[in-house]
């Protein structure tokens, strides 16, 4: 059974850096679409970046230039890499995954994915 285990939120002064973790073991498939998501209190839960078995990489618009996602060597940690945050960005982290032999890879629909983790809280301070 696979399971996501976020670590590494917490309370940064805007312009500051975090790097979240995401634990991926039980994974039983090599082609899989891992995601990254996000919900501040009182909104829905929105897509943050992807990426795909091949290390291809997808961003919110708004986001990409900040934010990182990558997956080390072994293929059993998920990242992101979060610089310059502002204020905006606190939310409840969450990463996700969908398995899938299709290289399309985007955090668009979290209905999309089945697995998920329990999130990470990142509180941004002004």
């Known amino acids: 059974q696979v399971q996501l285990v976020e670590s590494g939120g917490g309370s940064v002064q805007a312009g500051g850096s975090l790097r979240l973790s995401c634990a991926t073991p039980?994974?039983?498939?090599?082609?899989?679409?891992l995601a990254w998501f996000r919900q501040a209190p009182g909104k829905e839960r929105e897509g943050v970046a992807a990426?795909?078995?091949?290390?291809?990489?997808s961003y919110e618009d708004s986001l990409a230039g900040r934010f990182t996602i990558s997956e080390d060597a072994t293929k059993t940690t998920l990242y992101l890499q979060m610089n310059s945050l502002k204020p905006e960005d606190t939310a409840m982290y969450y990463c996700?995954?969908?398995?899938?032999?299709?290289?399309?890879?985007?955090?668009?629909?979290?209905?999309?994915?089945?697995?998920w983790g329990q999130g990470t809280q990142v509180t941004v301070s002004s």
């Open positions: 996700a995954l969908r398995y899938s032999t299709h290289w399309y890879c985007r955090a668009e629909r979290a209905a999309d994915f089945g697995y």
């Open positions: 039980g994974r039983t498939a090599n082609t899989y679409c």
């Open positions: 990426i795909n078995w091949l290390g291809s990489t």
